[in-house]
Nanobody, 120 residues
Framework: QVQLVESGGGLVQPGGSLRLSCAVSASIFSFDVLSWYRQVPGNQRELVASAFRYGSSKYSDSVQGRFTISRDFAKNTVDLQMNSLKAEDTGVYYC??????????????WGQGTQVTVSS
């Protein structure tokens, strides 16, 4: 069974930066998609950024140009560099991995989340 563990969250002022890291217990090479989501209480979980198998990436409109998702193959992590942070970036950030199973279906794995608070 796959485990994902997020770290790097904390309190930061508007305009500041944070770098989140997701450690994955299985090789990140085995995942078709690695993503970061975020959630505020009372709202649906929102896709923030995704990194795909062959190197492409995708971002939500709200973070485009400010956030960067990357895979660190040496550390077996997927990271999220967050710059120019805004108050609306506040939330619990979750790491997600998606890959095909031996049965042919898709499996999704989630981390426990890490809190990011952007406030002055």
């Amino acid at each position: 069974q796959v485990q994902l563990v997020e770290s790097g969250g904390g309190l930061v002022q508007p305009g500041g930066s944070l770098r989140l890291s997701c450690a994955v217990s299985a090789s990140i090479f085995s995942f078709d998609v690695l993503s970061w989501y975020r959630q505020v209480p009372g709202n649906q979980r929102e896709l923030v950024a995704s990194a795909f198998r062959y190197g492409s990436s995708k971002y939500s409109d709200s973070v485009q140009g400010r956030f960067t998702i990357s895979r660190d193959f040496a550390k077996n992590t997927v990271d999220l560099q967050m710059n120019s942070l805004k108050a609306e970036d506040t939330g619990v950030y979750y790491c997600n991995g998606e890959r095909g199973s031996t049965s042919g279906s898709k499996d999704n794995y989630w981390g426990q989340g890490t809190q990011v608070t952007v406030s002055s």
